[in-house]
Each structure stands twice: as structure tokens, then as C-alpha cells.
């Protein structure tokens, strides 16, 4: 253990699957595995995690200080449109071809700059400015869908529903108006939904759930894995999609008890006929691992970070250029 306030680990094991379970419960007691060391050690290994150490005390210690912002300040931002939307996209696993985009909201901030979602979402919802918050990022993320359909770019846009607004009586009414307004077919709008979030109240959730399927809105459960009653909630809420959490696609090929547990979850979901999708794809490896396993869509790091819609259509120019290398590559991987 290095450092006591933020304690860092390094792991040592014959055995690479166990380095990862290390990792996983170090990051669920708030610890950072910065290195994992196979026996027997080496002592040119060790030195090179521990020249890593500076860099990363560095970057927890940055994050350790949250952004010097206020709920009137994210109001004003809110009222001011300074809430934007960037788009990653997904990719078809076989073909790789862009079937749609996930729209994530960005603060962008006049004096601190561009900041993420997980610094100012639970804000919006502690402080009942969600609702408003969310509306402003279908707004814009509908309008685009409609704008790339225009141009020939028929794009799903999956957007995050926040499980405040599962209960407000005018959720229904003011989706498909923003549906409608723009011209958009209602399976081409994804909800996510928080596997987690279900847990609040589940018989309010089923019933605007059911509701906006309906009307022909996709339902997808988002970070499937991380809750406690997965099978149920697919059983009881008519989900056209699965998104597989990133703890369970990353390097998922070297961890040999997950794969196990991903190949489950998605022969399951072909089973019921749904959709899926992985996140948190970041290697060629992983990627041809759920193309064997059955996974219709990925999104993540080896394809492209979210961008700005104003990106989007000179990346998908460029990424058709790149389809067979990622197959290509994918395969030599394995």
C-alpha cells in the first residue's frame, strides 16, 4: 500500500484472473490498483509501476477536489444554454457500421471549461433541475437526429432518463410532442434506463415504461450487471435492448470468469429477442470476443470518445475507411 489518505495497491499472483478480482474489489472499497505483477517478480516490472505512481497521485488527488460549482450556478447554466450535447457512437459488431449514437450531456462552462456529467448530474437531481435538464438535452439531440435524417444519416439516438422523471405525470406527453415536433419515427428515440433505478419504485416505472413502448419508443436497460435484480426487471419491463455495463466488457478478454457471465447475459438476450449493446470497448480484442459471443453493437474508446454533433458526420466518413481494419486487426487479436 502506497499513501494512506488515497491508498494505492499493487497485486501480485500467478494467476491474471485473480489480479482482476483484486482490481474490481479495490475499486469498490475506493482503492486504485496501479499495477498487477504476475510471480515470479521481476524487478524491471515493479519499477515500472512504481515510476507510474507520481502521475497518478497526481490525477486522484485532482479528482478528489470537486469543481467549485453551485446549484444556482448550474441553474443559470441551465437557463443560459450552456448545456450541449455530444454524441458517441455505435457500432454494428459484424459489420461495423454506425447504427446510432448515445446523446451525453456536457456542461459547457464559461471560466472551468468543458465538464463532465458525473460533476453536475446528481446535482441537477438533488436540487429538482433535472427535469428541465433533461428536456434540453432531447430537445437538442431529437433536432439532430432529424437534421443527420435530412441528410441521409438515419441515426437511433439513445439519451438517459433520469428515474425522477419516471414520475412526472407529463413525461409521456412531453417525449412524443418532442417525437412529433421533429419527424422522428419513435423506435429511432432509445430511453436508457438505470438498471439501479428501477429499484425506487417499480410500479411507477412499469407503468410510464409501458406506456412509452407503446408509442414505439426503444427501452433499453442501461448498465446491465450492476444491479441486484436483473432477470426480473427484463421479465416485467418490456425492454427492446441490453447494455451491458463497461465492468463487464473491459478486458474482458483476459478475465475468464466474466466471460462466462457476458456470454450468459447475451444469449439470454438473444433469447428474449432483445437488442445489445456493450460499452466500454477500448481493444480489438474485446471487441472480437463479443462478436463471437453474439453482441449486435459497441461503443467506447476504440471507436471514438463522444463529440460534438458538428464531428460526427466527418468521423463516420472517416470510420468507413476503417471498417475492415477493425474486423482485419480484430481477427489477427484473437
Given amino acids: 500500500e ?19 478480482s483484486v482490481q474490481d474489489m479495490g475499486n469498490t472499497m475506493g482503492l486504485c490498483l496501479i499495477g498487477g505483477l504476475q510471480k515470479p517478480l521481476r524487478l524491471d516490472s515493479l519499477s515500472a509501476i512504481l515510476r507510474n505512481w507520481g502521475s497518478v497521485a497526481d490525477k486522484r488527488k485532482l479528482a478528489a477536489h470537486a469543481l467549485p460549482i453551485t446549484p444556482d450556478e448550474l441553474r443559470t447554466g441551465i437557463d443560459r444554454g450552456e448545456i450541449v450535447v455530444h454524441y458517441q457512437p455505435q457500432i454494428a459488431v459484424t459489420s461495423g457500421d454506425v447504427h446510432g449514437v448515445e446523446a451525453l450531456a456536457r456542461w459547457k462552462h464559461p471560466t472551468l471549461g468543458i465538464i463532465q456529467p458525473d ?18 438535452v432531447m430537445n437538442e439531440a431529437m433536432l439532430q437526429a432529424a437534421t443527420w435524417n435530412a ?20 413525461l409521456l406527453q412531453e417525449i412524443s410532442g418532442l417525437q412529433q415536433c421533429y419527424g422522428l419515427r419513435a423506435e429511432q428515440v432509445v430511453l436508457e434506463i438505470t438498471e439501479t433505478s428501477l429499484l425506487r419504485d417499480l410500479s411507477v416505472a412499469l407503468a410510464v415504461l409501458t406506456r412509452l413502448r407503446l408509442r414505439g419508443f426503444g427501452l433499453s436497460l442501461d448498465d446491465y450487471g450492476t444491479g441486484f435484480s436483473s432477470m426480473q426487471q427484463l421479465a416485467r419491463i418490456p425492454f427492446t435492448e441490453l447494455k451491458i455495463d463497461r465492468s463487464f466488457v473491459h478486458g474482458v478478454h483476459e478475465r475468464e ?48 470518445k463522444a463529440m460534438p454533433a458538428t464531428d460526427v458526420m466527418h468521423w463516420i466518413q472517416s470510420h468507413e475507411g476503417r471498417k475492415l481494419d477493425f474486423r482485419a486487426q480484430g481477427a489477427q487479436a484473437v
Avoid at 460533476?119 to 434540453?136: D, R, S, W, Y
Avoid at 422523471?165 to 407529463?170: A, G, I, T, V
Fill in 257 to 304: 470468469s466474466v466471460q462466462v457471465m457476458l456470454r450468459s447475459a447475451l444469449e439470454m438476450a438473444m433469447r428474449l429477442g432483445l437488442n445489445t449493446v456493450a460499452e466500454g470497448v477500448e481493444s480489438l480484442q474485446d471487441w472480437w470476443l463479443l462478436q463471437e459471443y453474439g453482441c449486435m453493437f459497441v461503443q467506447g474508446w476504440l471507436m471514438s
Fill in 2 to 20: 502506497l499513501g494512506v489518505e488515497s491508498p494505492i495497491i499493487v497485486a501480485s499472483s500467478r494467476e491474471r484472473s485473480l489480479l482482476h
Fill in 119 to 136: 460533476q453536475f448530474i446528481p446535482m441537477a437531481e438533488e436540487h429538482g433541475l433535472i427535469h428541465k435538464l433533461t428536456l434540453q
Fill in 151 to 170: 441528410h441521409g444519416l438515419n441515426l437511433s439516438v439513445a439519451i438517459n432518463l433520469s428515474p425522477m422523471l419516471l414520475e412526472s405525470p407529463n
